[in-house]
C-alpha cells in the first residue's frame, strides 16, 4: 500500500523502521535504551505465554526468546534508529523491536531476514499485542528499574549528609534566616536537615513505583483486549513479572490507563521533590562555602583568566540538573493532558523526558553524594561568625529575660567590643555562658525549665 524500499543487507530492522526514519528527521536523540530494553522483556513475556498457551510452536517461542534477551541485554543498539521524537503513540519504536527481534530469530533458526525470514514481526512477535499496552507497559517497566536505582542513589547521598552530620555535630556557628543572622545552631544540625530531606526522597521513590505498578499489558488497542484470547491476557502479566521480577499488576479496568496517564503526572512530581531538594541544598553549600563555613571539594580549575579561582561546579551541575527536572515536569503534564479518548499520542516524548528525569536524578545523586563526603569545616570562622553576632543573646532569654538581654546587647553595641562571647562571660559569668552556648544546648528541643528562673 505505501511502496517498497530498500533495506541495508546488514540491517535486522525493516520496512516499518525505515519509513519511520524517513518521516521522523527531528531531533537526532536516539530512543533511551531503558525503553528498548523494556519493550525486549514485553516481547519476551507475550512469546512466553503465547508458547504456554500454544499459540506460538516452541520452536519459533524459543528463538524470539532468545533474540529479546538478547536485545534487552544491549545487544543491536545499533538497529534502533529511529528518532526519540515520532509520532503514532510509539508505534515506530514498536514496529523497530518487532522487525529486529523477528530477523534475529530467523537467524537463530537458521533462515534469513526481511521476505525470506522464518519469523513474522507482526504475526508471530507482535502476537496479541497493540503499541497500546505494549509502550506504556514497557515505559513503566523502565521507570520502575530506574526508581529502585534512584532510592539506592537517595540513600547513598541521605548517609554522605548523615557522616558529615555526625563529624560536625561539636562546631557551634550562627544560624541565618532571611540573608540575615538568627539564633544559634551546630553544623552538625545544619547538616542533619539536609539529610532528612534526601531521607523523604528516598521514601518518595517506592510512592513513585507504587504509582507505575499497574499496567494495561493485554489491552490491545483501547483496553479492551480485541484481537488477544483472555487465556493470553491473564497469563501475560505473569510472565511479565517473572522476566521483570517486578512486582506488576494489570488493571482492573484496563481502559483506565489505556486512555490515562495521570500515573506519570504523580511519578513526575514526586520526582520533581527531590529535583527541589537537589537545588535548595546545593545552593545552601554553595552559600556556606562562600562564608567560609564549610570548604568544597576542588574539582577543577574556575576561570581562564583568573589564576586559583575554583567555582563550586558540582553543586552547579546538580542544579542546574534540577533545573532540567523541573522543566521536565511541566512537559509530563502538558502531555498527559493532551491524550484523547482511548489513547495519548504523545507517548514518545512523554517517555523520554520521564526516562531523561530519572537518570539525571540517579546521576545527580551519585556525584553529589561524592562531592559532600569530601565537604571539610572550617571551626575557626563559624566560631569567628558566631562569637561576634549580636544574635547570641537570644539564646539567653530564658535566664536573663528580654529587658535584660536587650539592655546588654545595647551596651555591647555602644562600647563597640569585638567579641560578644568574650563581653556575655564579663556580664554573666563564664559558667552560664559556656552551658548556654554548649552545642548539646543549642541543639535541644526547647530549654530545660528548671534551669530557667521563673517567678
Known amino acids: 500500500m505505501l511502496g517498497e524500499k530498500q533495506i541495508p543487507a546488514d540491517a535486522l530492522w525493516g520496512i516499518h523502521t525505515a519509513r519511520a526514519v524517513e518521516n521522523f528527521p527531528l ?69 523497530n ?16 531476514k526481511g521476505a525470506e525470514a522464518l519469523v513474522h514481526p507482526l504475526e508471530d512477535v507482535n502476537k496479541h499485542q497493540s503499541t497500546n499496552d505494549v509502550f506504556p507497559t514497557a515505559l513503566k517497566v523502565a521507570l520502575i528499574y530506574d526508581l529502585k536505582a534512584l532510592s539506592a542513589a537517595n540513600a547513598g547521598l541521605q548517609g554522605a549528609f548523615q557522616k558529615k552530620e555526625k563529624e560536625f555535630a561539636g562546631i557551634v556557628k550562627i544560624g ?53 484470547p483472555k487465556s493470553y491476557i491473564f497469563l501475560v502479566i505473569e510472565k511479565l513479572r517473572e522476566v521483570t521480577g517486578l512486582g506488576l499488576a494489570r488493571a482492573e479496568n484496563v481502559i483506565d490507563p489505556t486512555a490515562n496517564n495521570d500515573a506519570f503526572v504523580e511519578a513526575s512530581a514526586i520526582l520533581k521533590a527531590n529535583a527541589v531538594n537537589l537545588i535548595k541544598i546545593s545552593s545552601d553549600l554553595r552559600l556556606l562555602n562562600l562564608l567560609g563555613e564549610i570548604h568544597l571539594p576542588a574539582a577543577q580549575a ?16 546538580v542544579a542546574q540538573a534540577g533545573y532540567r527536572v523541573l522543566s521536565n515536569d511541566i512537559t509530563v503534564s502538558e502531555l498527559c493532558s493532551k491524550g484523547t479518548l482511548q489513547i495519548n499520542e504523545f507517548m514518545p516524548l512523554l517517555a523520554q523526558i520521564m526516562l531523561e528525569t530519572t537518570g539525571l536524578l540517579i546521576a545527580s545523586n551519585k556525584i553529589f553524594a561524592a562531592h559532600v563526603s569530601g565537604i571539610l569545616a572550617d571551626e575557626d570562622k563559624c566560631r569567628e561568625y558566631f562569637e561576634k553576632s549580636p544574635a547570641l543573646i537570644t539564646a539567653f532569654l530564658p535566664s536573663i529575660g528580654y529587658d535584660r538581654a536587650n539592655e546588654i546587647l545595647a551596651d555591647f553595641r555602644r562600647t563597640k567590643q569585638p567579641n560578644l562571647r568574650q563581653y556575655l562571660e564579663e556580664k554573666l559569668g563564664k559558667e552560664l555562658v559556656t552551658k548556654v552556648l554548649s552545642p548539646y544546648n543549642l541543639v535541644a528541643l526547647g530549654y530545660r525549665e528548671e534551669n530557667a528562673d521563673r517567678p
Open 176 to 228: 541565618r534566616t532571611e540573608m540575615q543572622e538568627a539564633v544559634p545552631v551546630t553544623l552538625g544540625a545544619e547538616f542533619s536537615a539536609f539529610a532528612e530531606a534526601f531521607a523523604r526522597d528516598r521514601w518518595r521513590t517506592f510512592k513513585a513505583e507504587e504509582r507505575l505498578r499497574v499496567v494495561n499489558l493485554g489491552g490491545t488497542a483501547v483496553g479492551t483486549g480485541l484481537g488477544a
Open 302 to 317: 574556575g576561570s581562564s583568566i583568573m589564576p586559583g579561582k575554583v567555582n563550586p561546579v558540582i553543586a552547579e551541575a
Open 97 to 112: 523491536l518487532n522487525e529486529v527481534i523477528a530477523n534475529r530469530a530467523s537467524e537463530i533458526l537458521g533462515g534469513g
Open 27 to 95: 531531533s537526532g536523540i536516539k530512543v533511551n535504551p531503558s525503553l528498548i530494553r523494556a519493550v525486549a522483556q514485553v516481547k519476551k513475556a507475550a512469546a512466553l505465554a503465547n508458547r504456554e498457551l500454544k499459540y506460538l510452536s516452541i520452536k519459533n517461542s524459543d528463538a524470539i526468546i532468545r533474540a529479546a534477551e538478547e536485545v534487552a541485554e544491549g545487544k543491536y543498539s545499533e538497529q534502533f534508529p529511529v528518532d526519540a521524537f515520532q509520532g503514532g503513540a510509539g508505534t515506530s519504536l514498536n514496529m
